[in-house]
């Protein structure tokens, strides 16, 4: 019999708790033994809960309960959750979480701490949800040398350009429509500006390249500015508009790491992953592109990652020392716009020089739509840098006024 | 330092070795410790390779060599494959293998041999290629009780239908098509009659439902008898033909184990799966569909399965007891014709009796086609088990001549 802790008993807390409940005759069969929750931590009370006496409020009660092997954290933010893995850690408990914003944070750090004391700190939950990543990534994969991830790592931007691109409503509704369904929290920022796509995909490259990357290194743009146009301009070019959170491992062993919008070919297999779905891209040297998809939020999805995460460790009596990395000073985080890519661009052209554009992006693809005021121009350059495509827009000084540029990838 | 060896120098096996030489770093640094071939069992001799040096033709120079402690089976077949596998296992050495073959016909045999030896029998690579899903589905959906599993198992097949959905070449020409690219063998029978697909649903159902299930208690059927009419047809329905490999679990607990070719709505997480790749798709009663998407064939995608599986070993100090499942007599296995489904149906018709069949199907939705001839009717019938759909057409008796049969699939 192994006992388990939960830290938090919100959403993805109960879901949890439920499992344990629901699924215990999988669970044990996959364990190999019997697993129960004795703990839950919440300043809250649920006094109708079936399960009302497993309720503290004192975390002591968990940390000094030698029979407690392993510990749920799903409370989220970085304090106390900070503060209490560790100190659960240091004590010799394994701890398995589902807070992306903590492991992107902190991770090495926690990781560190996990290996000194002989035991697990698990995330799977942290990115993808339900969806099997992590672990499939260290292991399966471990044959391969990762050269790049990408992913539509965040459901409620999907959810939004899934609105925008098949229903053609404006962000601001579509954002309203995601909060009236619950896909999106009443602040918004988070999802919307990229924060979250950002947690998400520092996690996969320090998973992927082996050294922490910092939510601070990695260029985050959400998507707020996105307009109906562009989504018509991208429709035109043959693909779609996703937020897409990449990392890359350059020639000199650094990693470029963004999070933005980007344009996607219809043929990609990130296209079609619609509504609040998530889908992640592995790119190896041997297996080629592998892509996981799925929901990547939501109670039971998320709890069942949890789970999941202890069940592995009430199975192993070893630790897995190399699901891990190092910490970094920040250094290992490359330019972003060295990166060869093909922009998007919408302007208004304040002079008919559409052929001065051509000729000093070196050949571009002009995209039209149908309502194109006469003064706009729209179209894709060939492959450059980022640092490249600044200095041909100043070249074209006031020629043109960009009102959208917007990144080709291709997967 | 980790000495391996490799039975069978053919393109799997190769490939193993080429990895070990070329990703020596990362395997090093996931594998904590260094790991070399040491020995290659081949009939055929290779004096022009760098390591000749490691071949033998000899089995026993591996299975007495107390420095190998695992083995990579990657020479395919039944025999002597189960020999040397059992051998190994019982001499205390952990055997990996790509072989869906000998999984699907001995697998819960050899799992347990490995059990009793203290050792583990790994099989990736036997299902998906590079994909990861032997892992992800036995680790990460721990906590799902797996309802259904799903996929496009077979790269070859997927190839000469994408051949035939999207340039409409008709089948024997996509055949000799996928020939001349090296997709299908001179002797395509195993992949296109099916038995390549039947082989690894066995080895997922088995894992997934916990007994094992055998391939002549699957319901198999190849891809030999499609036409470009149905496949136009299933495009005017709204979607494509795959071939599907498909396992689910009844309220009995027996599984339903089938492949054959399927309507899938365009709109599936399947239908989008083109060329030689595959995708498998995962249910679980807490993660919902979680899609697994790669290259499942070839000799790195495969190889790197085979290589990530023996690091795995090379880690653990522990035996992974639960990768595994019970033998069976059969009796875990339903019949196929008792699913609820929806059937497509083309048939001549002998009569002007639209209606009848209308009445007697109890609703379809008629279906058609440029230069449909007028003597042709196609339509896609409500649900129904297939026993239902059997006793139907028997009272349409000598009304309409069925030329195919295909069932419709949600996914």
């Not at 099997?132 to 999907?158: D, F, S, Y």
């Not at 500015?225 to 693909?239: P, Q």
Request: glycine share 8%; proline share 3%.
């Amino acid at each position: 019999m192994v006992k388990v802790a939960v830290l938090g008993h919100g959403t993805v807390g109960s879901g949890v708790v439920e499992l344990f409940t629901q699924n215990a005759k999988s669970i044990t069969s996959r364990a190999g033994q019997e697993m129960e929750v004795k703990r839950i931590l919440d300043i809250r009370e649920f006094p109708d809960l079936p399960y009302a006496d497993k309720f503290t409020k004192n975390f002591d009660d968990i940390l000094n309960d030698p029979e407690i092997t392993i510990v749920a954290e799903v409370m989220g933010g970085l304090s106390p959750a900070f503060e209490f893995t560790k100190s659960l850690l240091e004590h010799g408990k394994s701890v398995v979480t589902s807070n992306k914003e903590l492991v992107a944070s902190r991770g090495a750090e926690l990781l560190q701490i996990a290996k000194a004391h002989n035991v697990n700190y698990f995330f799977e939950a942290s990115v993808g949800g339900g969806i099997p990543i992590i672990r499939p990534m260290h292991q399966c994969l471990a044959a391969n040398e990762i050269t790049e991830v990408a992913g539509i790592l965040n459901g409620t931007t999907n959810y939004i350009l899934t609105k925008m691109i098949h229903e053609s409503v404006p962000f601001d509704e579509a954002l309203a429509q995601a909060q009236k369904l619950g896909y999106a929290e009443r602040n918004p920022a988070a999802d919307v500006e990229g924060q979250d796509a950002c947690r998400k995909i520092c996690i996969l490259a320090s998973l992927a390249f082996g050294s922490h990357v910092y939510p601070q290194t990695v260029h985050t743009e959400g998507i707020t500015g996105l307009t109906l146009e562009d989504v018509e301009y991208a429709s035109m070019w043959g693909g779609v508009i996703k937020l897409i959170g990449r990392a890359k491992k350059q020639p000199d062993g650094k990693v470029i790491a963004t999070v933005y919008p980007a344009f996607l070919s219809s043929h990609s297999q990130l296209a079609g992953i619609d509504d609040v779905f998530n889908g992640i891209l592995i790119r190896g040297n041997a297996t080629g592109d592998v892509v996981f998809y799925g929901r990547g939020a939501g109670k039971m999805p998320t709890a069942s990652a949890v789970v999941a995460d202890m069940i592995d460790i009430s199975k192993a009596n070893c630790t897995s020392k190399s699901l891990s990395w190092a910490d970094s000073d920040g250094h290992n985080v490359a330019d972003y716009k060295t990166d060869p890519l093909r922009f998007y661009i919408r302007a208004s052209l304040l002079d008919h020089a559409q052929s001065t554009v051509n000729d000093v992006m070196g050949g571009v693809e002009f995209l039209s739509r149908s309502g194109q005021p006469e003064d706009e121009i729209a179209f894709v350059t060939g492959q450059m840098t980022e640092r490249e495509l600044d200095s041909k827009l100043e070249v074209l000084g006031n020629l043109i006024k960009v009102k959208s540029m917007i990144r080709v990838l291709d997967y």
